[in-house]
């Protein structure tokens, strides 16, 4: 079965999307259901526009991963770690992508253009998007646990959630 994942980007990682969706696509048998921004000038509009539309395809359970770029990252993964129930993560290194799945189930990865080349980018991608949650690991359940309950408290869970967000 092939893994379902959205894509967005802004103006500055249009280009580099543009690689990583056809890398996905040839080389990790990925079914794109969701490109938010299929052109250079849907790139340019709103980044909080995308990142709505990110995150509330996963939370409907359209895709279960995502793929967020722009100049650093470090816009879209503060954007999008304000929706309840999403996980996303602002890496640059294998390391650090492989255990933002494995160890907090990140499901959305961000990447900054103006930080990785594209081939070391497809080695990000491919570290975090091979690695799935290990819930034989008792720690990263049981933080996984404490993190919904803090969002619980903080975060309003939309009426439109349609699976467990990866909770339960």
Same mark, same amino acid.
């Given at each position: %079965?092939?893994?379902?994942?959205?894509?967005?980007c802004?103006?500055? =990682?249009?280009?580099?999307?543009?690689?990583? *969706?056809?890398?996905? *696509?040839?080389?990790?048998?990925?079914?794109?259901?969701?490109?938010?921004? $299929?052109?250079?000038?849907?790139?340019? =509009? !709103? $980044?909080?526009?995308?990142?709505?539309? %990110?995150?509330?395809?996963?939370?409907?359970?359209?895709?279960?991963?995502?793929?967020l770029?722009? +100049?650093?990252?470090?816009?879209?993964?503060?954007?999008?770690?304000?929706? /309840? +129930?999403?996980?996303?993560?602002?890496? !640059?290194?294998?390391?650090?992508?492989?255990?933002?799945?494995?160890?907090?189930?990140?499901?959305?990865?961000?990447? +900054?253009?103006?930080?990785?080349?594209?081939?070391?980018?497809?080695?990000?991608?491919?570290? /975090?998007?091979?690695? $799935?949650? !290990?819930w034989?690991?008792?720690?990263?359940?049981?933080?996984?646990?404490?993190?919904?309950?803090? #969002?619980?408290?903080?975060?309003?869970? $939309?009426?439109?959630?349609? /699976?467990? %967000?990866?909770? #339960?």
């Amino acid at each position: %079965m092939k893994t379902k994942i959205a894509l967005g980007c802004d103006a500055v =990682g249009y280009d580099l999307k543009e690689e990583l *969706k056809k890398y996905l *696509k040839e080389e990790k048998n990925a079914e794109i259901v969701l490109d938010i921004n $299929p052109t250079i000038e849907k790139a340019s =509009g !709103s $980044p909080a526009e995308t990142t709505t539309i %990110m995150c509330e395809a996963i939370q409907k359970d359209q895709c279960r991963l995502g793929l967020l770029i722009c +100049g650093t990252g470090i816009g879209f993964c503060h954007m999008a770690n304000c929706f /309840w +129930g999403i996980r996303a993560a602002n890496v !640059s290194d294998c390391y650090s992508a492989e255990r933002a799945r494995k160890s907090a189930d990140a499901q959305i990865l961000c990447l +900054g253009a103006r930080v990785l080349a594209p081939e070391a980018a497809k080695k990000v991608l491919d570290a /975090w998007y091979d690695e $799935p949650f !290990s819930w034989t690991r008792e720690s990263s359940v049981k933080n996984k646990k404490f993190f919904q309950e803090i #969002e619980n408290r903080q975060l309003e869970k $939309p009426d439109f959630i349609s /699976w467990g %967000m990866g909770y #339960e």
